[in-house]
């Protein structure tokens, strides 16, 4: 164990300075994702602690949709939504069943920060100390300012409390605070003035009082919306209206029981009691568990370059079963599937499901390696190797084109018997004298006509 995780902290080491000294052509702004070419490029991807995973011998795995498999095999599941939420009641209700299944750990990541701001940040930083032209920072002040404003836009579409089945998010607060000191039994040897840790809205472990007000809130609510609004919520394309919002939110607090609440125990925390990672049980889970962090500031690549926040991933690490930890990303839900994944393929869909996509995958580059070489329009263009103008033979043929055209074989047979007595200097030669004789030979075709009889002189009279 020792090992592994002595070369996921060489490997993070050494890509922290592609994420400090950067390339902004090849940046990428995929949140949440844990594999890919595009995750590794990503500030707000969290494909190095994937990685610090599969360090410590965790198997690994994406999470495309909940299905009776997935069920069975994932013992644990890392989700990072790319939303404020709340979550469909379905899905929370799949989850619920899974947790039930005991010895089941989840960890919910809250959407509440932004890694590309955090980014432009750093790089703001980086170009003030190198003394870069004021250009260059005005343009990374742009994008934080960009980045920033996204974010805020996304929070401005959810309620101030946004429920759960496990917790709920306050997301009352307006300004964003870097966490100065850390409490709770995980603060131990982090030191928080070195991490980059930040926090807006965090997680609130659910009391009874606290829970009747804000189900009779949303009941309010959702009442009022009834009236306002029949419109259905669509349950392949969760839509982000606030009356359905509530509609959903209601439905997952109506599954919770108020003498049978979740508990937290707040595992790291600021020193103003906002809960940044607690642990959740609950009797009907049975040894299974939530971890809940408040935002993705603790295990975001941008963050994990930064030794104190690795100190908290590890201890995340730790946490988790070594065998199938699932990674779930995504603004939607993941589908629900009541047979497995395979058995809901259909026709040529069956060829994005492992092992298929694999198998498919390396068949269409062999098929491409078969083209370039049975085809020769692929590749370089080459000269086609010119005819040598030396071999006599060539000449012979050409000459024997050219006689052939003339359509004249006494003249062809003339021009021969000239080459071997001009140029083979053989008078005596058959060839020689061919065209006398043929000439002397009355059947030959090729007889000059007789010339006409001469006429008598006239005598004068």
């Not at 996921?8 to 994420?19: C, K, S, V």
């Not at 994406?62 to 009641?89: C, M, N």
């Not at 070489?373 to 103008?389: D, N, V, W």
Request: net charge neutral; charged share 20%.
């Amino acid at each position: 164990m020792t090992i592994g995780m002595n070369l996921a902290t060489a490997l993070l080491l050494g890509l922290t300075l592609i994420f400090l000294t950067g390339c902004r052509d090849s940046l990428s702004r995929e949140y949440g994702t844990s594999e890919g070419a595009t995750a590794k490029k990503s500030p707000a991807s969290i494909s190095l602690f994937r990685g610090m995973c599969e360090a410590n011998n965790h198997d690994t795995q994406l999470v495309r949709s909940f299905s009776p498999r997935a069920k069975e095999r994932l013992q644990a599941i890392v989700w990072t939504p790319d939303q404020y939420g709340p979550h469909r009641a379905a899905t929370i209700a799949w989850l619920d069943s899974w947790l039930s299944m005991g010895d089941r750990t989840l960890i919910y990541v809250g959407r509440d920060f932004s890694a590309l701001s955090e980014y432009s940040r750093q790089s703001i930083d980086r170009l003030a100390l190198q003394e870069s032209p004021y250009p260059e920072i005005y343009a990374a002040m742009e994008e934080k300012s960009r980045f920033d404003s996204e974010l805020d836009i996304m929070r401005a579409r959810c309620r101030p409390k946004v429920a759960m089945s496990w917790c709920l998010f306050d997301y009352s607060e307006s300004s964003v605070e870097r966490v100065a000191s850390l409490v709770g039994p995980w603060a131990d040897g982090i030191d928080a003035s070195q991490a980059n840790i930040y926090v807006r809205g965090y997680p609130l472990a659910y009391e009874k009082q606290s829970y009747q007000a804000f189900r009779k809130e949303l009941e309010d609510a959702s009442i009022e919306g009834t009236a306002k609004t029949t419109k259905p919520v669509n349950n392949d394309a969760f839509e982000f209206v606030s009356g359905l919002w509530d509609t959903e939110m209601l439905q997952i607090l109506k599954g919770l029981n108020a003498e049978d609440l979740p508990t937290m125990q707040s595992l790291l925390a600021t020193s103003s009691d906002q809960t940044l990672i607690g642990e959740i049980t609950r009797l009907q889970w049975g040894t299974s568990r939530v971890i809940v962090l408040a935002n993705t500031s603790l295990i975001s690549n941008i963050s994990l370059t930064n030794p104190a926040n690795r100190s908290v991933a590890r201890r995340l690490v730790d946490e988790l079963p070594k065998q199938n930890v699932g990674f779930l990303t995504g603004v939607m839900d993941p589908p629900i599937r009541t047979d497995d994944d395979m058995e809901q393929q259909k026709g040529f869909e069956m060829l994005t499901v492992w092992p298929l996509n694999v198998i498919t995958l390396h068949a269409a580059f062999l098929g491409m390696l078969m083209l370039v070489s049975i085809f020769p329009i692929f590749g370089r263009a080459k000269q086609l190797p010119r005819k040598s103008t030396r071999e006599f033979g060539q000449h012979i043929d050409a000459v024997g084109g050219l006689l052939f055209k003339s359509k004249d074989r006494f003249y062809a047979m003339a021009t021969i018997a000239d080459y071997f007595r001009i140029v083979r200097k053989e008078p005596t030669s058959p060839w020689a004298n061919l065209e006398t004789k043929l000439h002397q030979n009355p059947k030959s075709p090729f007889a000059a006509p007789p010339p006409p009889p001469e006429r008598a002189p006239m005598r004068a009279p």
